[in-house]
């Protein structure tokens, strides 16, 4: 089955702690996303990438980095900077935005203990 | 600069009641226009997409949403509720001339759905 997948599903933090949270898929979408969500709220990008190698700030980056080495990958790596980390972290890929528009994967719940 | 709003914080409805979710939107020309529902501690899922064509679309769980052109609307239909439809719905927004179709999310409108 293609899809997106994020691991692990809970991630506990200590602080000044970096951690990182794994994103694949293999549907062969060029870009891939990553989105912050706290309770009840909706969707803040913290970064993007369209193209391997290449990679974008979103609204939030500050204490957050990424890579993209391969197309399939692209984790997201949760810095000591970042004051308030606990969240819900979603990834995502598209391709064709006309199909489904971004896939989704199930998500990392990230508490900082 | 293109934004997205959701009115409405929470929807609230009795089960069989007709469902409306609405979606305003702001994008010069023509935009592609998706909604996507989110489950407790879940991924978000698509549900259906205007992109050309009949106003009225249908998509999943007896969804369906009409695009408006002069009311820049995109609301989000359902005849009955049911319970099983108490989730998050987020309404989203890609211009057509972004050839990379990076999306706008609006800001999500919780529906309760009360037996």
């Known amino acids: 089955d293609g899809g997106i997948t994020q691991s692990p599903k809970y991630l506990f933090r200590k602080e000044g702690q970096n951690v990182t949270l794994s994103c694949e898929q293999n549907?062969?979408?060029?870009?891939m996303y990553w989105y912050r969500q706290d309770p009840g709220q909706g969707l803040r990008l913290i970064y993007y990438?369209?193209?391997?190698?290449?990679?974008q700030k979103g609204d939030i980056a500050e204490g957050y980095s990424v890579s993209r080495e391969k197309k399939e990958s692209f984790p997201l790596t949760v810095t000591s900077a970042q004051k308030n980390p606990t969240a819900f972290y979603l990834c995502?890929?598209?391709?064709?935005?006309?199909?489904?528009?971004?896939?989704f994967g199930s998500g990392t719940r990230l508490t900082v203990v | 600069a293109q934004s997205v709003a959701q009115p409405e914080d929470q929807v609230n409805v009795a089960e069989g009641n007709p469902l409306t979710v609405k979606c305003t939107y702001s994008?010069?020309?023509?935009?592609?226009l998706f909604w996507y529902v989110q489950y407790p501690n879940r991924g978000l899922q698509f549900l259906l997409k205007?992109?050309?064509?009949?106003?009225l679309v249908k998509g999943s769980y007896g969804f369906e949403a009409e695009f408006n052109k002069s009311q820049t609307s995109f609301h989000l239909k359902k005849p009955s509720a049911l319970v099983s439809d108490s989730a998050l719905y987020f309404c989203?927004?890609?211009?057509?001339?972004?050839?990379?179709?990076?999306?706008?999310f609006g800001a999500g409108t919780q529906v309760v759905v009360t037996p």
């Open positions: 990438s369209q193209i391997v190698n290449d990679f």
């Open positions: 205007y992109i050309t064509g009949d106003n």
């Open positions: 995502a890929s598209s391709g064709q935005v006309t199909n489904y528009g971004y896939t």
């Open positions: 994008v010069s020309g023509n935009p592609y």
């Open positions: 549907l062969n979408h060029d870009a």
């Open positions: 989203a927004v890609s211009p057509r001339t972004d050839s990379w179709g990076k999306l706008q």
